[in-house]
């Protein structure tokens, strides 16, 4: 055998192994499961960049409200911790002077750590070290000083105030200047007191229940107790059932004379805000989830904003001192947030019915919930989902049609829970199941899956392509309604996902395919193996 037959041959061999090459199928790993991500509780961190990018392009209303930000936090430098070993706080009626104070002094700690904190994640300057370093401060003295609450409204405080300590922490989370071990004696203070006054209030059948519960799943995630996050998820699903009647109202706070109005927002409020918590942390999405008597978040918003706006109609009391809210009032926070979840350009058109707004519009009220809704405008309460023809998800195709270019379906979206498990079905031209595929989110939500097509299984014609929250979950058959699903791309039209042309159906199977290729390589190996031997016995 001559070398240029040698070469010709191991060219031919090269070539093969290429061949092989095109026809193996990628790998896809699995994210290692751990705790949750922080931050990416209230606030995600999708929402974070996003809102990073907006300042930094000086595009408003974003640019006016972090220098809005920035100014009260810097006002905040100076300020001095008022943590207390038992925070005491009687029944209003009791005392009233006696309960608001305990009431300011949670919360203007709440405050201060809370808006230092986001100023922390949203600024890009050295500044950004003060802050962190006044909330961490402010945090290690409720950790170091407080032991217990008590009073009739000291649970109540804690988390309507409280709460604002938890974001923080949250926020802190890719600090390292919070040494590891204040960082976990103020989890241990989380664990020891601020969840037990959220268990308390959680159970609670009022408004104040919705504010435990804020407190109880927003604690959960900061300690990473992803058991006790789902069991507050299936709380709010509960609540959700009962808690709102069948045209919307909140009878529960409807029925309070000439507070109901204000009390119905006082409700609304800590619940959507726990829904925010449930939908970072863990992709489930309780906006726009409908419970099986037909009740949802959204009837219940619906029916409350056209009593803002015409309240006197409102139905449940007809005294001249029935108390009203403005859209400048703690409600145009709660709409404004909402306003950008569900993308409702009515709930907007009524927070600036008076004019322009900034989140130091509201400023000046107590509650800590939606207490940013212009710069860190939520993203909305949807996943992304759809196909495309390239692994950097860059190239979107519904239409898969050439071989080799397009026999691999590649599925992206966005919006997940941070480090989710997830299972992918993808439902083939005849309806089949293939796959599926167990695939799990990144740290900020993003979650990826692909489908090789096989000919002898896969079938062409219209593909569905949709995303279960159960790993050991194996749907029968596709539904739309199916309750485990929480992302369906029905981009394509008519519900499906993208059409599958038999030209994009390799001709062999794959598996066949390889057998045979490798056989070719191993034949080609032994013929020039033995041409050579024959040569150099010549």
């Not at 449930?278 to 949802?296: K, M």
């Not at 599926?436 to 900020?444: K, L």
């Not at 032994?526 to 031997?533: A, C, E, F, G, S």
Request: hydrophobic share 35%; with cysteine.
């Amino acid at each position: 055998m001559s070398e240029r037959e040698y070469r010709k041959a191991a060219r031919i061999a090269l070539i093969i192994t290429i061949l092989l090459g095109a026809f193996t199928l990628p790998e896809y790993q699995t994210l290692a499961q751990g705790g949750f991500a922080h931050p990416n509780g209230f606030h995600s961190q999708a929402q974070i960049s996003e809102t990073k990018q907006m300042v930094q392009q000086n595009i408003q209303p974003w640019e006016d409200a972090y220098n809005d930000l920035t100014a009260e936090a810097d006002g905040y430098l100076d300020y001095s911790p008022q943590a207390v070993e038992d925070f005491y706080a009687p029944g209003y009626y009791d005392d009233p002077d006696a309960s608001m104070a305990a009431k300011y002094l949670i919360h203007g700690d709440g405050f201060a750590a809370y808006t230092c904190a986001l100023a922390y994640q949203l600024d890009e300057s050295s500044q950004r070290i003060l802050y962190a370093d006044k909330a961490e401060e402010i945090l290690n003295s409720w950790a170091t000083i407080n032991e217990t609450v008590s009073g009739v409204d000291g649970d109540e405080y804690m988390c309507c105030g409280g709460i604002g300590l938890i974001l923080a922490a949250d926020l802190l989370g890719d600090y390292d200047g919070w040494d590891l071990a204040d960082r976990n004696n103020f989890k241990d203070w989380v664990s020891s007191v601020f969840q037990n006054s959220a268990n308390i209030m959680k159970i609670r059948s009022s408004d104040l229940g919705c504010w435990g519960t804020w407190a109880s799943i927003s604690a959960a995630h900061l300690l990473d107790e992803e058991e006790n996050v789902n069991a507050d998820i299936d709380l709010i699903k509960d609540r959700i059932s009962w808690y709102i009647a069948e045209d919307g109202h909140i009878p529960s706070e409807t029925n309070k004379g000439s507070s109901g109005i204000w009390y119905t927002y006082y409700a609304l409020t800590p619940l959507t805000a726990a829904c925010q918590v449930a939908f970072n942390a863990t992709g489930v999405d309780l906006f726009n989830y409908t419970s099986p008597n037909s009740r949802s978040i959204k009837l219940a918003l619906d029916f409350f904003i056209y009593y803002l706006e015409n309240p006197e109609e409102w139905p449940f009391y007809d005294g001249d001192d029935l108390i009203t809210l403005s859209p400048h009032s703690s409600a145009g926070q709660l709409y404004m947030a909402m306003a950008s979840i569900y993308e409702d350009d009515d709930y907007e058109n009524w927070v600036t019915s008076l004019g322009p707004v900034s989140d130091s519009t509201w400023w000046d009220n107590v509650h800590i919930a939606w207490k940013f809704p212009v710069i860190m405008q939520p993203l909305p309460a949807r996943h992304t989902w759809e196909s495309y023809g390239d692994t950097e998800h860059t190239t979107h195709c519904d239409d898969f049609d050439e071989y080799p270019s397009e026999n691999i379906i590649y599925m992206h979206g966005t919006g997940f829970g941070d480090t989710v498990d997830y299972r992918v079905c993808f439902w083939d031209g005849s309806g089949q199941l293939r796959g599926p595929v167990d695939t799990s989110s990144d740290s900020i939500g993003n979650l990826s899956a692909a489908h090789a097509l096989t000919q002898g299984t896969d079938i062409e014609g219209n593909w569905r392509c949709s995303v279960y929250d159960d790993q050991t979950y194996t749907p029968i058959s596709y539904n739309s309604d199916d309750p485990k699903m929480v992302a369906d791309d029905t981009s394509f039209g008519d519900g499906y996902a993208f059409y599958v042309s038999a030209t994009a159906i390799p001709e062999l199977p794959t598996v066949f395919a390889m057998i045979v290729i490798m056989g070719l390589c191993a034949g080609i190996y032994l013929w020039i193996r033995k041409r050579r031997i024959t040569s150099v016995k010549a």
